[in-house]
């Protein structure tokens, strides 16, 4: 629906007359009106003007604090965010807490506490929730009305028109673009809200990727450890001739082996540690601070009680609920475009014309009025526009009922995830780990009664840090599943709101506002 303010010129006026006492009352000029018809047409051009004041007076404003405390009533409770506050903006605070958590060893939540405090991802999230807001105010907002003015002379005669003209449909279609604005802004705040639980899901994943590098590293030291000794015990056998070339350099293999992932896993735990410290937006000194837990959390003794995960998801999914939102707003902005089905321009203006003769009497005359335009439906019905704006819609319900499939969809695959991540941890703990740590001690014993060699000894040492590293690696991917699951229960697919946003109602207001219009 286009909204068009057309500019309208000004009118000639007829040369002024003398015989103005043959004319009749609305036609003489302002200064030969009686004073009470002066007075009356005064007092309506001063209505008018005030009614259009009061009209523009009720235009939206925009929200002192960017619309911030919404979108912490959204995320706050939240298990991925805990009692970590979101900032719109770093400030001393912020950078004193920070300080204050790096003293010590960080753990998951004061990483989650500090990367929303003073991450720039929860700064650019923020300052889009307030670019949204002030598209509200603006798409809720009544056009500016329009003043022409003209000045044309004709010989000694002066004319001086002026018009101000406003948009009526504007007025009219105002309280629907005020619904659509409220509806696009309250899925602005839960994309926010997304942003926020998205940083802190990913801290949580950095910060567990980084502890078990960081533990990874330091089992596979051990094991480089071990082949070192074995390589450099095999070299003496060799220069004794006890070993074989064959023998020494499948030893110096396994140190090189040994060397090489050491290097690799040295390299992935400095990787994620930077990772993690672009998360929290440190800088080089509280970067060079920052030192991390030896070990990762311990592994829970069971799984919690089955609950109705699917059912919470429909309920607490943000993207579900930014679809829904998004329905709404489209479904208000298909009934503007049946309202103005036919009829999707309307300018009103109210005129004043003043012609001055420049004789010797010096008069001059004075003509007030209104005037109205509107298009003439001849060739376009709006059907094209309807037919649009219902497609919108059934997009839209659509995409409704998309999210909420994938949502319980993707909370079934994240529960089963973490069910087998916790047996194949769980299993490590209960039964490899305790068979490792008693054949370590049966070969201990093996070897003090000189029935093993000290190669098999090595051997065993190294197998023992691999699978005590595995274990490791087993506890981590317990712990990603949990955040994966939180993340299906209350945020959304990885691109769930980036496609929701990609497909938004905004085109189906802006198809009726945009065109034309002041």
Not at 204 to 231: F, H, K, N, P, T
Not at 347 to 362: I, K, Q, S, Y
Not at 417 to 443: C, F, G, T
Not at 453 to 469: I, K, N
Request: with cysteine; proline share 5%; glycine share 6%.
């Amino acid at each position: 629906m286009s909204i068009l303010l057309v500019r309208r010129g000004a009118r000639r006026l007829p040369p002024l007359h003398h015989d103005d006492a043959a004319r009749p009352l609305s036609h003489r000029p302002a200064s030969m009106l009686p004073p009470s018809s002066r007075a009356g047409s005064r007092a309506g051009s001063r209505a008018a003007l005030a009614g259009i004041a009061l009209l523009l007076a009720g235009c939206a404003s925009l929200s002192p604090d960017g619309d911030a405390p919404q979108v912490l009533s959204l995320v706050q409770g939240r298990p991925l965010v805990g009692e970590a506050q979101p900032r719109r903006q770093p400030d001393a605070d912020a950078a004193a807490q920070a300080d204050a958590l790096l003293h010590g060893p960080l753990d998951q939540e004061a990483a989650v506490r500090i990367a929303l405090a003073q991450g720039p991802r929860m700064q650019a999230a923020f300052a889009t929730l307030q670019l949204s807001d002030a598209e509200r105010a603006e798409a809720a907002s009544l056009p500016n009305p329009v003043f022409s003015f003209s000045r044309l002379r004709e010989g000694r005669e002066l004319e001086l028109d002026r018009l101000i003209s406003f948009n009526v449909v504007g007025l009219l279609s105002l309280p629907w673009r005020a619904r659509w604005a409220d509806q696009r802004q309250e899925a602005a705040r839960l994309d926010a809200a997304q942003a926020v639980l998205q940083l802190a899901a990913d801290t949580r994943r950095a910060w567990l990727r980084a502890v078990a590098d960081r533990q990874s590293a330091v089992y596979l030291r051990d094991v480089r450890d071990a082949a070192e000794a074995g390589a450099t015990l095999a070299q003496r056998m060799q220069k004794a001739g006890n070993w074989s070339v064959l023998q020494a350099g499948r030893e110096q293999l396994q140190q090189a082996e040994a060397q090489a992932q050491l290097s690799r896993a040295e390299q992935a735990a400095t990787a994620s540690r930077e990772a993690l410290v672009r998360l929290l937006g440190l800088d080089g000194a509280q970067a060079a601070r920052l030192t991390l837990p030896d070990r990762l959390p311990e592994l829970p003794t069971s799984l919690p009680a089955e609950a109705d995960l699917q059912a919470q998801a429909l309920r607490d999914r943000l993207d579900l609920r930014a679809a829904r939102a998004d329905a709404a707003a489209t479904a208000e902005a298909q009934g503007l475009t049946r309202a103005t089905r036919f009829v999707d321009a309307m300018e009103l203006g109210v005129a004043r014309n003043t012609t001055f003769a420049n004789d010797a009497d010096r008069s001059r005359s004075t003509q007030r009025g209104w005037e109205i335009g509107l298009p003439i439906p001849l060739f376009d019905f709006g059907q094209a526009r309807s037919a649009q704006a219902e497609a919108r819609y059934l997009q839209a319900a659509a995409r409704v009922r998309g999210v909420a499939l994938t949502a319980v969809s993707e909370v079934r695959e994240a529960e089963a995830a973490r069910r087998h991540a916790w047996q194949i941890a769980h299993r490590y703990q209960a039964e490899v780990l305790p068979l490792q740590r008693q054949i370590n001690d049966e070969m201990v014993l093996r070897y003090n009664a000189m029935g093993a060699s000290v190669w098999q000894l090595l051997a065993e040492a190294r197998v023992s840090a691999r699978t005590v590293d595995a274990a490791m690696q087993a506890q981590r991917d317990f712990w990603l599943a949990e955040v994966d699951l939180q993340m299906a229960l209350t945020g959304s697919s990885p691109a769930g709101l980036s496609a929701l946003r990609a497909g938004g109602s905004g085109a189906a207001l802006a198809s009726t506002t945009n065109e034309g219009g002041h």
